[in-house]
């Protein structure tokens, strides 16, 4: 039996005995087949009371309510876009729903419809994910498809798309990139410290880390990085990143370094020294909200961070320097987990 809520009483015509009076507006939640799929949703509807039997009724957009709701369940089951999520995509390149389909190659309605009534192809679902990570894949799209378009709206959008590139896909290539210099590690080993890389995760842990220290040297930021996996390895059998580090002269560096300080939850400087060398100050990303990380996790942060708050660049690199891990490590080595068994106490 589904378990039926009665949200509210209203008075309005019913469908049912004909005539205006009291009807419980009702949400259940059904049960439907999709594509040979059983599927669950939300529905509302009306129910008059004045009879045991056949007593309910929905309106019209209850029915288009009901309809968008069983299909999103079954997007959501299949790992598809729902209908909001395109809603979502269109309404961030400020598109209509026929210049999306334009954009796309599309016939003029297919968005329309893949936002009302139909689940769209799984082509189309990956073409949709890409154009909403990557702007510049849909600034090309929008160059192939330029004849379907106002010389007008196509400057806009065109626009548009510019800002968004601008403001997302920059981040979002680095990610790529560093999970394409990461594709080797998909595994727990040593190497990794039992941990397959978690971009999300690393993300809210620098996050986590320039949101308690201010601000921060890169290179102090890199072995901070190492000596919280090394910490967790060694107490716990698992690092927290997943990130695989090398031996390098200022200790421990994790592959990929330079794009990792591209992701959403930091922003830094670049200031030239006296020495005519980059600096990189490191801060954190003030929109960005840190998530996902538990209380033993931000345990073994806030410990690092306690040891390492006041250590300049060299002080840090001629700590690590006399770590094992770092002795009987040679140089470009990747520094396996196994020899944080030795790390010195904080
Ligand atoms: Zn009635």
Redesign the pocket.
Known sequence: MNKIKVLKKVNMF??????E?E?DLCEELDETIIKKEKVNYICHYYR????KNE?TFMTEDMWNESLINSLDSYRIEKDLLTSKEIKKIRNKYKLSQAELAFLMGLGEITITRYETKQIQENSNDSLLKEINNNAIFTLKLLENNKNKFSSKRFEEISENIKNIIDSETISYLKQEEIKAKYVKYDKKSLENGNCILNIEKLSNVLGYITKTMKSVKKVVLMKLLWFIDAYSFKEYGKAITGLVYEHRIYGALPIAYDELLELPSINYEIKISDDEKYEYKIFANKDYKVVGLSKQEKEIINKVINKFKNFKSHEIAEYMHEERAYKETKSDQIITFDLTKDLREF
């Open positions: 019913c469908s049912i005995c004909g005539e009076h009807l008059c009371n004045k009879y007593n």
